[in-house]
Every structure is written in C-alpha cells, then in structure tokens.
C-alpha cells in the first residue's frame, strides 16, 4: 500500500541548533517528493520538492532534503534552527507527473526554544 | 501571479445545518482544483478534485460534495453537517496533475 510515515510527532530544538525531520514512504511507481510547512491556523506552504536529478534538493527558508532510494526516505535538514521555522511539518508523496493524488504524512510537530 | 482566496476563515455551525465553503483562484486558467480535509493528528485528506468545469471526482463517501460552477471556483458544500464534519478545511490548486499543489488558509469549521 503506498503510504507516507513521518515517524516523529513533535519535535522540540534550540534556536541555533541543527535540525532533521524524517520522512519515509512506500510507493509503487516513480515518487514525487514533497515537504510541505504549516504555521498555526495557516495552509500549507510549499518548502521543496524532488522528481529527478541530484538526490539533495534546496527549498525555500534555508531547508533542504536529501532522497535516499535505498532507504526509501526524505528527510528534511536545516543546519541552524530559528524561531520562526516552529510549524508543523508534512511530507508528501505523488506519482511523478500526477500529483492528483497526494499522500501525506500525519505531519511532525517543531518547537523552537531560545 | 497567482493567489488562492479561500473563505471563510472559521465558521460555527450547528448539527444538521447546510455549509458552503467557497474557493477561488486568481491569475490562472483551467487549474485542478482541490478540496482537502485536516484532522489533529491525521494529516491530509483529500475529499475531492477536480479538473475542469464540472468535473468532480470523490476520493472517499462521505456527508459532503463538490461543484465547480466556474473555471477557477470550487465551492464545498453539505445538506446538513454531522458533529463528525468539524475539521479544517483547505482548497489548493495545481496548474495540471504533475506539478505541486498550492494551498489557501483553510477554513476551520466547528459543527456543534
């Protein structure tokens, strides 16, 4: 069955510190990879995304991802945190060329603290 | 440059009462249109889409429904909520199935 896990539900950080949310996914065809942020009461806000070419993507914000086939993971890093990256996290997963059918993770919660 | 207008932002509503969530696109022809449903704890899913002009698909049966009266209009819309209907609601569109979605700010509806 194709699914997205996001295995951790929150996680809390220091401003400053590094950062790695963990995405994995079961998917039948070629995936198209997504990290997607929220903040409170907000929609979702596209950070990166990845179909192709170099397995480390860069988004927006500072983030990027790195896809890791083998492992069948995409996780989300940014090497210093601040307090304004506090959100919530979705990773996504589409067949490449038809995103009509998004799966998303349950989401991982950040806390940032001073 | 596109914009996504979706309203409202939150709305009280009462069991057995009818809802019409409304969503527009800006600045964009013939998108897919999306209606997405966010429960605390379970992540996206997806109620309905669409792409083009009264062309709706279901993705799961459900107490709502979907129309699309315009190019770049999505309405959501239920003949009586049920308590089970309270979440948060998101339209997005995409410029055709392979490219990413883009969300508006949702619309939190409590139904008591």
């Known amino acids: 069955a194709q699914s997205v896990t996001q295995p951790d539900i929150h996680i809390t950080v220091s401003e400053g510190a590094s950062l790695e949310l963990r995405c994995n996914y079961s998917y039948g065809a070629t995936p198209y990879l997504f990290w997607y942020v929220q903040s409170p009461g907000q929609g979702l806000q596209l950070l990166l995304k990845y179909f192709s070419g170099d397995t480390l993507v860069q988004g927006i914000k500072g983030f990027e991802a790195e896809f890791k086939r083998s492992q069948s993971s995409f996780n989300l890093r940014k090497p210093s945190v601040h307090w304004s990256d506090a959100a919530e996290y979705f990773c996504?997963?589409?067949?490449?060329?038809?995103?009509?059918?998004?799966?998303f993770g349950t989401g991982t919660r950040l806390q940032v603290f001073p | 440059s596109q914009t996504i207008h979706q309203w409202p932002a939150t709305l009280v509503q009462p069991v057995g009462s009818p809802l019409s969530l409304e969503c527009t696109v800006e600045g964009t022809s013939n998108p897919n249109l999306y209606w997405y449903r966010q429960a605390a704890g379970r992540g996206l899913q997806l109620l309905f889409y669409?792409?083009?002009?009264?062309?709706i698909s279901s993705e799961v049966p459900q107490n709502l429904s979907a129309s699309r009266p315009q190019d770049r209009q999505f309405i959501l819309s239920s003949k009586k909520l049920l308590l089970s209907d309270s979440g948060f609601y998101l339209c997005?569109?995409?410029?055709?199935?392979?490219?990413?979605?883009?969300f508006g700010n949702g619309t939190r509806l409590t139904v008591t």
């Open positions: 669409s792409v083009g002009i009264g062309q």
């Open positions: 997005a569109w995409s410029v055709d199935g392979g490219s990413p979605l883009h």
């Open positions: 996504a997963v589409g067949a490449l060329f038809n995103t009509d059918k998004l799966i």
